[in-house]
């Protein structure tokens, strides 16, 4: 019993000594990932810790476990709706982008570092590909809301790209210890990589949706159930020979998407056993490592890392996406945002478990990847976004919600803000709440520890704690309405999209008549069919282009369609008609 109180007792000061250090992570702009990582090196055999722990199968089976856990919860989040305009990029960036920049970064590897073109491959597949856990994580704590095109593609594509990965490094370590893979052999592993994972995903996502609407349980149970048939799943697909890491986000997408008992309460206990699965893992990888053997090997493996993130990626990237017709803004930002995270470093324990010579110096190469990635490019995701205008304006989170789910409607939620001081809605009735769109039913005002009800002669007070039932569409009004002012990090919606906002289905010969610009296509075509006809591709939330010398900036979509537009003067010089920006 005393080992494993000794555990209990190292583990939970490891965790609390990370989650306290994670205050200095919005001071110094250091991703809170690094830190986990940061305090298991402190703690391992070459810091003050002294800790000695070398048990790389644990490692492997915790790393695994806890990226099920990660992926699953990150196929809840993602919105099928997202496919519309990111599923092929993602697709194509998680398939041959990651073998472009295997090759690439291999072939920079077996370079520099004077190893066999197989060896240095398996570096290239070992960090080929982006972490779901430092994609998802830095993506929503960055304080920043990307346009649709760029967030959905970037968290597709770390969610979809690990079985590629797996797939290579599998089939480099087989050519290593016997050269006897034929390209037959190839294919059909994998095949069997994506296509049972695949299967696998939609079918067991669709028992799990099944088996959470037979079974009443209590609330507190629901993210209970999700888990463990997630990790049920995980492990029933990878003895099929599939991937298991695509089974579980692809069923996690598909029960997301789904009306679900208690969603919000499952999200939140989900998101917390997500960050769990992150602190753990990175804890125990910290240990693992050893960096007075890294230290000495710096001048070699840095290199590496550098290579990756300003040649490898980017190459892949612009090989991929151009033919999309992705800007060459958002290009350069899907470059950089290529994370690298756990996901590497559990490949890297693929030829330590094999046996393979060069196995260590492999290890530490996908540490120092892992660790310049955290710390140049998480550190600076929010910056560059704003830099390359790829971001769009946020809006504050409500005090609290709750959702309302029917299958035969919308999904409502219940929600609560706080009025602040100069919020747009102070001395505005509670009746007359300015929503240009969807309808939002104010349920009452507590004030003052009373409760109000709605009616004409009530308006609102700052510090009016307002509770309200509306669509999720209209939350980011909501958030705007509600809010004193925006953050420095946060795009102010005015000074993006415009003063004024009109509809997507106005006559694009009155609005040029408005504009006072020359016609740019038929009198009678909507404003919505010629932004999309200009775009030549689906349009998303901040996709801008111009009329004359006035800025259009699509504002919302629904079910695809384009229903408002802002409308904004230029702050420069006049523009072309039809240009894009």
Same mark, same amino acid.
């Given at each position: 019993m005393t080992d494993v109180n000794t555990l209990a007792l190292l583990f939970g000061a490891l965790l609390l000594t990370a989650?306290?250090?994670?205050?200095?992570?919005?001071?110094?702009?250091?991703?809170?990932?690094?830190?986990f990582l940061g305090v298991g090196m402190l703690a391992g055999d070459s810091g003050p810790g002294g800790l000695i722990f070398n048990d790389f199968d644990l490692s492997f089976t915790v790393g695994n476990l806890a990226l099920a856990v990660i992926l699953f919860d990150g196929g809840l989040r993602t919105k099928i709706a997202t496919f519309r305009v990111a599923l092929r990029p993602a697709l194509l960036l998680a398939t041959l982008g990651v073998a472009l920049t295997a090759g690439i970064t291999g072939g920079f590897a077996a370079w520099i570092l004077q190893l066999p073109l197989l060896y240095g491959f398996l570096i290239g597949s070992i960090v080929g590909s982006t972490d779901a856990a430092a994609v998802f994580a830095l993506l929503r704590s960055s304080g920043i809301r990307l346009n649709e095109r760029v967030g959905a593609t970037l968290e597709i594509e770390s969610g979809m790209n690990d079985p590629m990965a797996i797939f290579l490094v599998i089939m480099l370590i087989a050519m290593v210890q016997s050269g006897a893979v034929t390209v037959g052999m190839m294919v059909m592993e994998f095949i069997r990589q994506f296509g049972i994972g695949l299967l696998a995903g939609v079918a067991g996502g669709w028992l799990i949706w099944r088996l959470t609407r037979r079974l009443l349980l209590p609330e507190s149970l629901h993210p209970l159930l999700l888990l463990g048939s997630a990790l049920a799943l995980f492990g029933a697909t990878a003895k099929l020979g599939g991937s298991g890491f695509l089974a579980v986000y692809c069923a996690g997408m598909l029960i997301g998407n789904r009306p679900m008992q208690a969603r919000d309460h499952n999200l939140h206990v989900l998101d917390g056993m997500a960050w769990l699965a992150q602190a753990s893992m990175f804890l125990l990888l910290g240990l693992l490592s050893t960096p007075s053997r890294l230290l000495p090997e710096l001048p070699l493996l840095l290199p590496i890392a550098l290579f990756l993130m300003l040649v490898a990626r980017p190459l892949s990237v612009m090989l991929c996406l151009p033919w999309l017709r992705f800007r060459w803004? +958002?290009?350069?930002?899907?470059?950089?945002? !290529?994370? $690298?995270?756990?996901v590497p470093i559990v490949l890297a324990v693929f030829p330590l478990l094999a046996g393979l010579d060069h196995a260590l110096l492999?290890?530490?190469?996908? #540490?120092a990847v892992v660790v310049c990635s955290l710390l140049i490019q998480g550190s600076t995701l929010g910056w560059l976004a704003r830099k390359l205008k790829v971001d769009i304006p946020g809006y504050p989170d409500p005090l609290s919600q709750h959702g309302l789910h029917d299958a035969d409607t919308q999904d409502w939620q219940l929600l609560q803000y706080r009025v602040a001081e100069h919020a747009d809605v102070v001395d505005v009735a509670s009746t007359e709440l300015p929503i240009r769109h969807g309808v939002v039913e104010v349920l009452g005002v507590w004030r003052q520890g009373m409760l109000l009800h709605r009616e004409a002669g009530l308006r609102f007070r700052p510090g009016d704690l307002v509770l309200l039932a509306a669509?999720? %569409?209209?939350?980011?009004?909501?958030?705007?309405?509600?809010? %004193?002012?925006?953050? +420095? %990090?946060?795009?102010?919606?005015? $000074?993006f999209f415009g003063e004024f906002y009109l509809h997507?289905?106005?006559? #694009? !010969?009155?609005?040029?008549?408005?504009?006072?610009?020359?016609?740019?296509?038929? +009198?009678?075509?909507?404003?919505?069919?010629?932004?999309?006809?200009?775009?030549?591709?689906?349009?998303?939330?901040?996709?801008?282009?111009a009329l004359g010398r006035v800025w259009l900036t699509v504002h919302a979509i629904e079910q695809g369609q384009i229903t408002s537009v802002g409308l904004k003067l230029p702050a420069g010089s006049a523009s072309e008609t039809g240009s894009q920006r």
């Open positions: 989650m306290v250090a994670t205050s200095l992570t919005k001071r110094l702009g250091m991703p809170l990932l690094l830190v803004r +958002e290009m350069v930002f899907i470059s950089w945002v !290529g994370l $690298r995270g756990a492999m290890f530490d190469a996908a #540490l669509a999720d %569409a209209d939350m980011a009004e909501l958030g705007d309405h509600f809010a %004193a002012s925006h953050s +420095e %990090a946060t795009l102010p919606a005015t $000074r997507g289905d106005a006559e #694009l !010969g009155e609005v040029s008549l408005f504009c006072g610009c020359s016609l740019p296509g038929p +009198e009678d075509q909507t404003l919505a069919e010629w932004i999309r006809h200009a775009l030549h591709r689906p349009a998303v939330v901040g996709d801008q282009i």
